[in-house]
């Protein structure tokens, strides 16, 4: 796990510097408004992309294993599916067109939403292979060439007077040169038709189709609504303080269960519920670690990291909304990386379809109820407790599966080491000087404090983990 998770957590890692280059960047070359655009074409591309392709992707990965002895009739069913998807979405594109002549969304824009939708659903696909098939490197590069490019042409159409539309096609463009330069979805061979596994993948995967509806919904809507009711300009702020905290938080969450994933299913099929539950240690104990300490972070620097990341358009409300977003974030990585496995392993999509339509439905509902009293922040509160009840529901779920465990005590010993954590960096923060050696003194502090705190409360058996190191090299 250590060395794949090392692979992972590099290509994350990389993805996540040129994403804050991004920011920084578009932050400053964009005006409010057209960062605004930009952020509600991407999220339109992510929403169409896991809305048509990503049950492709899963499913794909679900039976990866079981058809490894006919790996490439597993694929070309896939790339079949994969190309009757595309030609529905051109349908849709056409009748996208139709509605963005009316509503005035430019043209630049709705083509960039379309060439971006299907080429980040091809390149998802890709990832899915690399991961199921225990190829980190492959992964790592096909993510972080597709963010390199991404990030100069969103960057030059930025720059050279295109805007957030231009900005939204230069990303399409980029993410489709690398689907065709690696050729993660290739054309389908007829002598490779198999009609058994086609039925297979669907089965598994169509259900999954409203799952990931409604998780965009949950996803992507407040920012909808919130440039409905208040304005594209009013969008970026809050696409700011999002994306920047899920490129952090949900990469690290994501990395541990792309490498732990794989093991979580072989123990599955060896042995159930009580090998898998042996299996989930790693995974369990690293988010149970390491959820307060980044969480806290970002919540005690929030107004140091937004003014270096952010441009002084955006960096003011950014910092305001990004605690509630930091909170949101991290309850939801937890639910998808960790809380979710349960539903994947018993193949019980309807449970986890009710669910999401719930976390979906409050978070409209309080959306549309909070942003007139709150304002933006109240559309970071909305998500936060929409995902507080899945992450809780999952949670049930997994228990009576018999893969996890009661887990009440660590959860406060968790929130109590946060807690302690953004007090300490708040009452000590350094006011004056170079806002980047305020930030790091400010995170210094908080990495003292968390040191101590969690070794005091024992945080994830941190002090029989330790016990055990020094005797096992004779230090004591």
């Known amino acids: 796990m250590f060395k794949s998770s090392l692979i992972y957590l590099v290509a994350r890692v990389l993805n996540g510097l040129i994403a804050i280059a991004s920011f920084y960047i578009l932050s400053r070359t964009l005006t409010a408004t057209e960062y605004g655009v930009y952020a509600l074409g991407t999220s339109a591309i992510a929403f169409f992309s896991s809305v048509l392709f990503q049950w492709i992707a899963v499913s794909m990965a679900r039976f990866y294993a079981e058809q490894l002895h006919r ?13 009757l998807t595309s030609t529905l979405s051109f349908v849709l594109f056409a009748l996208f067109l139709l509605i963005a002549k009316i509503s005035q969304v430019s043209p630049l824009l709705a083509v960039g939403i379309f060439t971006g939708s299907v080429a980040l659903g091809a ?44 900005a939204v096609l230069g990303s399409a463009i980029a993410t489709l040169f690398i689907v065709i330069f690696f050729k993660t979805v290739q054309l389908p061979k007829r002598a490779k038709k198999n009609l058994a596994i086609r039925l297979e993948l669907l089965r598994y995967g169509l259900p999954l ?87 806290g972070l970002f919540i005690g620097g929030s107004t140091e990291i937004c003014q270096i990341v952010f441009g002084p358009n955006l960096s003011r409300d ?3 909304i990004m605690p509630w977003v930091v909170i949101a974030i991290t309850i939801a990585s937890v639910k998808s990386f960790f809380l979710d496995i349960a539903f994947q392993l018993k193949k019980t999509i309807h449970i986890q379809l009710k669910i999401t339509m719930a976390m979906a439905g ?47 005590k660590d959860i406060v010993k968790a929130l109590v080491v946060m807690v302690c954590i953004v007090s300490a960096m708040k009452i000590y923060s350094v006011k004056g000087g170079s806002e980047n050696l305020n930030m790091l003194i400010n995170f210094l502090v908080g990495m003292v404090v968390y040191v101590v705190s969690a070794f005091s409360i024992n945080l994830g058996g941190v002090q029989i983990f330790l016990m055990k190191f020094i005797k096992s090299k004779n230090l004591i």
């Open 123 to 166: 390149h998802n696909i890709g990832l899915q292979i690399a991961n199921a098939g225990s190829k980190p490197v492959h992964y790592g590069l096909l993510s972080t060439t597709r963010s390199v490019l991404a990030f100069l042409l969103a960057v030059g159409a930025s720059y050279w007077g295109f805007g957030g539309a231009g």
């Open 209 to 295: 189709t409203l799952t990931y509806m409604a998780m965009m919904v949950l996803d992507v809507s407040d920012r909808f609504i919130i440039g409905w009711i208040m304005g594209a300009a009013a969008v970026a702020p809050y696409a700011a303080a999002y994306d920047l905290t899920q490129q952090v938080i949900g990469a690290l969450a994501n990395v541990l269960f792309l490498a732990s994933f794989p093991n979580i299913m072989t123990a599955w099929k060896r042995g159930g519920a009580e090998e898998t539950k042996k299996a989930i240690v790693p995974l369990s104990g690293s988010m149970l670690i390491g959820a307060p300490l980044i969480s």
């Open 318 to 320: 950014a910092a305001s």
């Open 362 to 408: 409050i978070n409209l509902i309080l959306t549309v109820a909070l942003l007139p009293i709150l304002g933006v922040v109240g559309a970071a509160v909305s998500t936060a407790i929409s995902f507080a009840f899945g992450a809780v529901a999952s949670w049930y779920f997994g228990v009576k599966v018999g893969i996890y465990p009661m887990i009440f």
């Open 71 to 83: 790996h490439d009739i597993l694929m070309n069913e896939v790339a079949r599916l994969f190309f």
